[in-house]
C-alpha cells in the first residue's frame, strides 16, 4: 500500500496511478511513508533544484488532501469538533429560547399582575382609608382645625405679649383709667411690642418671646398625652396648673397695677365711703378683672392646645396615608425595574440566539460541503520531506545559500498553505 501512494513520484501511466490510489490508498497509508526518505529520493532525481523541490512539495500538499477528501472515517473524525460544536450551540439556543419563553409566558405576567394589584390598593387606600389605617380620616378636619389653630396661635401671641408688658412694665396713668376699655387694652394691645421697645432691648426680647413659652407648654401636653404610661396624667395635670399659676400672677399684676393707680388718684381718707384700702390677694379674687384676664388667656390656652392635638392627630393620619402610598409606589418601582431587567435579558438572550445561529449556519456549511485537511499531519510530511531534502545537499556539498533557499521556499509554502488555514480553524473554533 505504502508503495502505490510513493508511485506518484513513480513514471507509471496516470491512469493506472489513479486507479489504484482510488481503489486502495487512505489516509493512514498516507501517514505511513517516510516522507524523510522521500526528500532524499527527489533530491537527487530533481539534482537538488529549487523547481523540482516546489513541485514535489505542491504533490505532497494536494495528495494530501485528495487523499484525506475520500477517506469518510477521517473526514467525519476531523469533522466531529465542528458537530460537537454545532450542537452545542443549538442546545444553548434550545435552553435560551425556553428562557425567553419563561420570561415571556410567567415572569412579566405574573410582575405586571401584581403592580395592578398594588394600585387597585392605592385606590382603596384613597377611597377608604379607615380600612388600612384603622381610623376614620378627615382630610376636611385636618384643614379646618388647621386654621382654628393658626387664629388661636395668632390670638394667644398677642394675648401674652400684651399681657406680659402690662404685668411687669407698664405704669397706668388717669388718662388710660379714665378708658372705660381699660382692661381690654392691657390684655390686647398692638402696640406692646413697640412700646417693649422703646423701654429697652430686655424688655423687647421678654415680651416677644413669653408667648412661646405658653406655647411650649402646650406642645408639651401633647406629647405626654402620646405615652402609655399612666404618670402622663400626672404630667399634664402638673403643666396645667403651672399655666395656670402663671397666668394668675400676670392677671394679678395687672388687677394690682390699674387698682393701685385708682387708689392713688382718690382724694378719699381712711374712714370715708369711698376710701380704697391697700390692694390684697382677697381683693383680687373678689374683682371680675382678675378672672377676665384669667380666662380671656388660660381658657384660649387649654383649647389652643386640645385643638393642636387634634390637628396633629389628623396630621399624623394623614402621614400615614401618605406613607402607605409612597411604599406601594416604591413597590411598585421596583416591579417595573425587575420587568425592565427581564426585558434586557430577553434582548440579550435574543441576540445570543442570533450569533448562535450565524455560527451555526457557518458551522453547517463547513460541515456539509468542506473537506478538512490535518494540518499536523501534513506539516510533519512536508518537514521530514525537507530534512531528507536537505541532507542530500549536504552530502552533495551545495552551497549553504542553496540550502537555505531551500528550506525557505517550503517554509513559505507552509505559511502559506498550512498555517493560514490553522489560524482560520482556530478562529472559528
Same mark, same amino acid.
Given at each position: &500500500?505504502?508503495?502505490?501512494?510513493?508511485? &506518484?513520484?513513480?513514471?507509471?501511466?496516470?491512469?493506472?496511478?489513479?486507479?489504484?490510489?482510488?481503489?486502495?490508498?487512505?489516509?493512514?497509508?498516507?501517514?505511513?511513508?517516510? +516522507?524523510?526518505?522521500?526528500?532524499?529520493?527527489?533530491?537527487?532525481?530533481?539534482?537538488?533544484?529549487?523547481?523540482?523541490?516546489?513541485?514535489?512539495?505542491?504533490?505532497?500538499?494536494?495528495?494530501?488532501?485528495?487523499?484525506?477528501?475520500?477517506?469518510?472515517?477521517?473526514?467525519?473524525?476531523?469533522? #466531529?469538533?465542528?458537530?460537537?460544536?454545532?450542537?452545542?450551540?443549538?442546545?444553548?439556543?434550545?435552553?435560551?429560547?425556553?428562557?425567553?419563553?419563561?420570561?415571556?409566558?410567567?415572569?412579566?405576567?405574573?410582575?405586571? /399582575?401584581?403592580?395592578?394589584?398594588?394600585?387597585?390598593?392605592?385606590?382603596?387606600?384613597?377611597? $377608604?382609608?379607615?380600612?388600612?389605617?384603622?381610623?376614620?380620616?378627615?382630610?376636611?378636619?385636618?384643614?379646618?382645625?388647621?386654621?382654628?389653630?393658626?387664629?388661636? /396661635?395668632?390670638?394667644?401671641?398677642?394675648?401674652?405679649?400684651?399681657?406680659?408688658?402690662?404685668?411687669?412694665?407698664?405704669?397706668?396713668?388717669? /388718662?388710660?383709667?379714665?378708658?372705660? $376699655?381699660?382692661?381690654?387694652?392691657?390684655?390686647?394691645?398692638?402696640?406692646?411690642? &413697640?412700646?417693649?421697645?422703646?423701654?429697652?432691648?430686655?424688655?423687647?426680647?421678654?415680651?416677644?418671646?413669653?408667648?412661646?413659652?405658653?406655647?411650649?407648654?402646650?406642645?408639651?401636653?401633647?406629647?405626654?398625652?402620646?405615652?402609655?404610661?399612666?404618670?402622663?396624667?400626672?404630667?399634664?395635670?402638673?403643666?396645667?396648673?403651672?399655666?395656670?399659676?402663671?397666668?394668675?400672677?400676670?392677671?394679678?399684676?395687672?388687677?394690682?397695677?390699674?387698682?393701685?393707680?385708682? #387708689?392713688?388718684?382718690?382724694?378719699?381718707?381712711?374712714?370715708?365711703?369711698?376710701?380704697?384700702?391697700?390692694?390684697?390677694?382677697?381683693?383680687?379674687?373678689?374683682?371680675?378683672?382678675? +378672672?377676665?384676664?384669667?380666662?380671656?388667656?388660660?381658657?384660649?390656652?387649654?383649647?389652643?392646645?386640645?385643638?393642636?392635638?387634634?390637628?396633629?392627630?389628623?396630621?399624623?393620619?394623614?402621614?400615614?396615608?401618605?406613607?402607605?402610598? $409612597?411604599?406601594?409606589?416604591?413597590?411598585?418601582? #421596583?416591579?417595573?425595574?425587575?420587568?425592565?431587567?427581564?426585558?434586557?435579558?430577553?434582548?440579550?438572550?435574543?441576540?445570543?440566539?442570533?450569533?448562535?445561529?450565524?455560527?451555526?449556519?457557518?458551522? #453547517?456549511?463547513?460541515?456539509?460541503?468542506?473537506?478538512?485537511?490535518?494540518?499536523?499531519?501534513?506539516?510533519?510530511?512536508? &518537514?521530514?520531506?525537507?530534512?531528507? +531534502?536537505?541532507?542530500?545537499?549536504?552530502?552533495?556539498?551545495?552551497?549553504?545559500?542553496?540550502?537555505?533557499?531551500?528550506?525557505?521556499?517550503?517554509?513559505?509554502?507552509?505559511?502559506?498553505?498550512?498555517?493560514?488555514?490553522?489560524?482560520?480553524?482556530?478562529?472559528?473554533?
Amino acid at each position: &500500500m505504502v508503495q502505490l501512494i510513493k508511485g &506518484m513520484f513513480n513514471n507509471s501511466s496516470p491512469k493506472e496511478n489513479k486507479e489504484e490510489k482510488e481503489d486502495t490508498a487512505s489516509f493512514q497509508d498516507f501517514v505511513k511513508i517516510d +516522507w524523510y526518505e522521500e526528500g532524499r529520493i527527489k533530491a537527487q532525481t530533481h539534482d537538488g533544484g529549487e523547481t523540482g523541490l516546489l513541485c514535489c512539495v505542491n504533490w505532497i500538499y494536494h495528495n494530501h488532501k485528495e487523499i484525506l477528501r475520500k477517506d469518510h472515517l477521517e473526514q467525519e473524525k476531523a469533522k #466531529r469538533p465542528y458537530i460537537e460544536k454545532r450542537q452545542e450551540l443549538i442546545s444553548q439556543n434550545d435552553v435560551k429560547q425556553s428562557l425567553i419563553d419563561r420570561i415571556k409566558e410567567n415572569d412579566i405576567p405574573r410582575l405586571k /399582575t401584581k403592580i395592578e394589584s398594588i394600585r387597585t390598593e392605592i385606590s382603596d387606600i384613597r377611597r $377608604n382609608p379607615e380600612q388600612f389605617i384603622g381610623n376614620k380620616v378627615g382630610k376636611a378636619g385636618f384643614i379646618i382645625g388647621g386654621l382654628i389653630l393658626l387664629f388661636l /396661635t395668632l390670638y394667644l401671641f398677642i394675648f401674652y405679649s400684651s399681657a406680659s408688658f402690662s404685668a411687669f412694665f407698664k405704669t397706668f396713668s388717669a /388718662t388710660e383709667l379714665a378708658e372705660e $376699655n381699660v382692661i381690654l387694652k392691657s390684655i390686647f394691645d398692638g402696640q406692646a411690642l &413697640m412700646k417693649a421697645w422703646n423701654d429697652g432691648a430686655q424688655e423687647f426680647v421678654f415680651v416677644l418671646t413669653i408667648p412661646f413659652l405658653f406655647l411650649g407648654l402646650g406642645y408639651l401636653i401633647h406629647k405626654f398625652q402620646e405615652r402609655e404610661e399612666w404618670t402622663k396624667y400626672l404630667k399634664v395635670a402638673a403643666v396645667l396648673i403651672v399655666t395656670f399659676i402663671f397666668d394668675a400672677l400676670i392677671a394679678y399684676s395687672i388687677d394690682k397695677g390699674i387698682y393701685e393707680a385708682v #387708689r392713688e388718684g382718690s382724694f378719699a381718707s381712711p374712714g370715708d365711703p369711698d376710701y380704697l384700702p391697700p390692694h390684697t390677694i382677697q381683693l383680687a379674687f373678689m374683682s371680675e378683672k382678675f +378672672w377676665l384676664i384669667i380666662f380671656a388667656g388660660f381658657v384660649a390656652y387649654v383649647i389652643w392646645g386640645l385643638v393642636f392635638d387634634f390637628v396633629m392627630e389628623a396630621y399624623s393620619k394623614l402621614d400615614q396615608i401618605s406613607i402607605e402610598i $409612597n411604599s406601594r409606589n416604591e413597590e411598585i418601582k #421596583r416591579l417595573e425595574s425587575q420587568i425592565q431587567e427581564k426585558d434586557d435579558e430577553i434582548s440579550k438572550a435574543s441576540q445570543e440566539i442570533g450569533n448562535n445561529e450565524v455560527e451555526i449556519e457557518r458551522l #453547517r456549511t463547513k460541515i456539509d460541503h468542506s473537506d478538512i485537511i490535518s494540518h499536523k499531519e501534513l506539516e510533519l510530511s512536508l &518537514m521530514r520531506f525537507l530534512n531528507g +531534502w536537505l541532507e542530500v545537499l549536504s552530502f552533495n556539498r551545495k552551497p549553504e545559500e542553496h540550502k537555505s533557499n531551500a528550506q525557505k521556499k517550503v517554509m513559505e509554502f507552509i505559511e502559506i498553505n498550512v498555517n493560514t488555514l490553522k489560524l482560520e480553524k482556530s478562529a472559528q473554533e
